[in-house]
């Protein structure tokens, strides 16, 4: 660097920080030497404070003119002067070539929200849960956080270094966030089943108990969301069948009504008889089969009802009433002479005695009989 460029770097007196970065939360404002001069302006910006560190030691303003007593700067511009800050510039340190005996740095914060901070459970969470007994869950989320008090910041965190990004503390922040909410979930004891009905409410109350601890570093946590807690895929898959099964209800009823569609379907095939036969079968023989797995004996098929009684009657022969027979009985009637078809019979509904040849049940008796022989010839 030439003498011109040199000299004209040490008349600048705006001290500022222009960054569009998300992700830095602190930066240490670059000067010759760390000397700031007479008279210099320091800007700070919305969004920002700034500490002054003299001589290793952060410091506040005492000129109650300009500023308010305080160990950080404020959003706004101000005039600094060997006055009001224990500093003396490099142009009244001329003498020494620029080499002043009072040394000063200016480190900027960012005190705007850093969102979207990722966390999870880097291993399962065992917990005794009161309708599954022991379970292993994972948990996901994000919380997210700002600069609460910046001179506790630097001393506990930055320390000497020029820049400090969300990343360098992250995995710190997580493991607190992780281990408050395993003590959280632990101490609840909800039930896994009702957990994504409380996930606004766990999160609010870890982010009140994470509160000091976050404090500690200058921090401030100011949401905690939980995404997801999730049992591991096995017991998953067997919470899904237990589900599907609670659907399903009555196992019998399903199975007949697959069977009902599925005769539906083989209507449309050209051996649609033999089709919906197979699939009532095969309906049938699924739902036996499901209720045997399951601890419930197949139910029977109905059984047929009884045949309807048949018609019996009674004759009159010589004087006599012989039955009631039914028409087996009366075929053997019939052979042994009783019943012919002027015999008179009466059944239950008859009005009266009537020949058994004008009774049109028992005409099939008598149609079946050979006719008379005919009479001999000459």
């Known amino acids: ?180 909410f395993t003590d959280v979930l632990g101490e609840s004891k909800i039930p896994v089943l009702d957990l994504a009905a409380n996930y606004d409410d766990l999160g609010r109350f870890i982010t009140e108990r994470m509160k000091g601890e976050f404090e500690e570093y200058g921090l401030q946590l100011t949401k905690l969301l939980i995404s997801n807690i999730s049992l591991p895929p096995a017991v998953e898959e067997a919470l899904d069948k237990r589900s599907s099964m609670g659907i399903i209800g009555n196992l019998q009823q399903y199975a007949q009504y697959q069977a009902a569609e599925a005769i539906g379907k083989a209507g449309d095939n050209q051996n649609s008889t033999l089709a919906a036969g197979m699939a009532l079968g095969a309906g049938f023989g699924a739902a036996n089969q499901m209720a045997g797995l399951f601890g419930q004996q197949p139910q029977p098929a109905p059984a047929a009802p009884p045949p309807p009684p048949q018609k019996t009657y009674h004759l009159a022969v010589n004087g006599q009433t012989l039955g009631p027979y039914d028409l087996n009985a009366l075929r053997t009637q019939m052979q042994s002479g009783h019943l012919k078809r002027e015999t008179l019979v009466w059944s239950e509904g008859m009005a009266g005695w009537t020949a058994a040849g004008q009774v049109a049940e028992l005409n099939s008796l008598f149609g079946a009989m050979p006719p008379p022989p005919p009479p001999p010839i000459g």
């Open 1 to 180: 660097m030439g003498l011109f460029d040199f000299i004209r770097s040490e008349l600048i007196d705006i001290i500022q920080w222009m960054d569009d970065s998300r992700e830095t939360m602190v930066y240490r404002f670059v000067r010759h030497d760390n000397e700031i001069k007479n008279g210099a302006k320091l800007i700070v910006r919305e969004g920002q404070v700034a500490v002054f560190v003299n001589e290793g030691e952060a410091q506040g303003h005492v000129d109650t003119r300009l500023f308010e007593p305080a160990d950080t700067f404020e959003p706004g511009t101000y005039t600094l002067e060997t006055k009001n800050l224990p500093l003396l510039s490099t142009l009244m340190g001329w003498k020494y070539g620029f080499d002043s005996p009072f040394k000063a740095e200016v480190y900027f914060f960012n005190t705007t929200r850093f969102v979207d901070q990722k966390w999870g459970t880097p291993n399962p969470i065992m917990l005794r849960d009161p309708e599954f007994g022991p379970v292993r869950l994972r948990a996901f989320g994000s919380y997210s956080l700002k600069i609460k008090h910046a001179p506790t910041l630097l001393k506990e965190l930055v320390g000497t270094n020029s820049t400090f990004e969300i990343g360098d503390i992250s995995d710190q922040l997580r493991n607190i966030v992780v281990t408050r």
